[in-house]
């Protein structure tokens, strides 16, 4: 039995940042079973409370060691329809692996030598994805004469539209772009969540009866009323896809982008093809990334990649945070996988002013100097801005990645539906029903 955490194979950094190409590889059925081995088997697995989705991790492990992979599959498929995909970008981190008897207690995240839980739920993913495990699974229930809509066909929609076909209920999916997955499509870069595998499992929900309907508004295309009148209940899952601003003079100069719209243009438009597409996007020489989460790293690293791709060799890309990297919410391993491929980063720095040239491009971000407070509420501490610590950095290219809120689309034009003042519905806690009878979110 392994002691050390089993670490998968991954492209070199110099490699990998020249195309979007998978950078974990994954682990050979070898490295799986090395790394399965040192589950110890508690008796009281804590790592199971530590999974949202309560998948039996103890149980799928113990069938990985026996090489009982169908059986596996079986655990977490029951659960969990989508274990490619989560494998590959759940943040586990801070959920199975940071409640697993190998993290150190008190740990705010997992521990080095924890479990490594979603490779081995990605293994189990790709081995049924390669040897079509889920053609032996049932995959029609019995119908009822139920009929339910879900807006969106992102990780919620599509995980309510799975459970509901388990049980024979019709499910009718609708989703605004062109192309499905929500933030899956439009935000994850391919280099950490190839096509081939997200479209593989959201496809596989059609085993099932799921139909899809992309290039629909609700709200706009078609009346949320006449969804009302044609389907018994419906879910909303439009997710939080309108980005947050700094509001800060100059947000509005040529060149600054959010994170969301910059990574939309690539991820899904195909910006890194151009003139093949049509969508194109300025590459930048000075690239500026504000934020510390998920979001600003998967920027980070794609405006590097565009660098590379379109020959710029003396460019750089450093990511401004208010805080230390110690409170960075962003994956660790996300973190370090941006600062081998050469994204630079400079803490405890707050943007508070940008700065355009007589063209209306930006050419400046006017920082302060921070210095750690008390914890704010999400526990952090608070960043206190030092006065007179003013500087400026060089741009040609800022994207901002503070945060998203609710697209408000669907409220706007449903009057009933009740929103709080952030423009989240609101929902029964415990039913998860919004103000209007028999419509979820």
């Known amino acids: 039995m392994a002691k050390n955490l089993v670490k998968p194979k991954e492209l070199h950094a110099e490699l990998r940042t020249k195309n979007f190409d998978e950078v974990v590889s994954g682990y050979t059925e070898e490295e799986m079973l090395e790394e399965a081995s040192r589950c110890i088997q508690c008796k009281n697995p804590r790592c199971i409370s530590g999974c949202p989705v309560g998948i039996d991790i103890k149980k799928f492990i113990y069938q990985l060691t026996q090489k009982d992979y169908k059986g596996a599959f079986e655990i977490i498929y029951e659960k969990n329809r989508f274990p490619s995909i989560c494998g590959r970008v759940c943040p586990a ?8 008897v190998f993290t150190t207690k008190n740990l705010s995240y997992a521990s080095e030598n924890a ?18 495990l889920i053609s032996n699974l049932q995959t029609t229930n019995k119908k009822t004469n139920l009929k339910v809509a879900c807006i969106g066909s992102g990780p919620a929609s599509i995980t309510v539209a799975g459970e509901l076909a388990r049980y024979g209920i019709e499910v009718d999916v609708f989703e605004a772009l062109h192309t499905l997955g929500g933030v899956l499509s439009y935000g994850i870069p391919t ?10 499992e959201i496809n596989l929900l059609t085993n099932y009866g799921v139909k899809f309907y992309t290039g629909v508004i609700v709200g706009r295309t078609i009346s949320f009323y006449e969804l009302k009148k044609t389907y018994d209940a419906i879910f909303i899952g439009t997710g939080a896809g309108a980005p947050t601003w700094l509001n800060i003079k100059g947000e509005s100069l040529i060149n600054i982008y959010s994170a969301n719209e910059y990574l939309t243009r690539v991820n899904l438009m195909h910006a890194d093809k151009f003139p093949q597409y049509h969508t194109p996007v300025n590459v930048g020489k000075n690239i500026i990334v504000i934020g510390g989460g998920n979001t600003a790293m998967d920027a980070a690293r794609v405006a590097l990649r565009m660098q590379k791709i379109n020959f710029i060799t003396d460019g750089k890309v450093t990511v401004l945070y208010r805080r230390t990297e110690l409170e960075m919410p962003a994956r660790k391993v996300e973190i370090e996988h941006a600062k081998e491929e050469g994204v630079e980063f400079q803490f405890l720095v707050q943007p508070v002013e940008f700065i355009g040239d007589k063209e209306g491009k930006v050419v400046g971000v006017k920082c302060l100097k921070c210095e750690l407070g008390e914890p704010d509420e999400s526990g952090r501490r608070r960043p206190v801005p030092i006065k007179g610590s003013d500087f400026i950095i060089d741009t040609d290219l800022v994207i901002v990645a503070v945060g998203l809120k609710a697209n408000q689309t669907l409220s706007d034009n449903v009057s009933e539906l009740k929103t709080n003042k952030w423009g989240d519905i609101i929902v029964n806690p415990e039913t998860m029903e919004t103000s209007i009878e028999n419509v979820y979110a």
């Open 115 to 132: 479990i490594n839980i979603p490779l081995l739920e990605r293994f189990v993913g790709d081995y049924s994805r390669k040897h079509n």
């Open 191 to 200: 280099f950490r969540l190839p096509r081939d595998v997200l479209n593989y």
């Open 93 to 100: 981190e801070y959920q199975c692996r940071k409640s697993c």
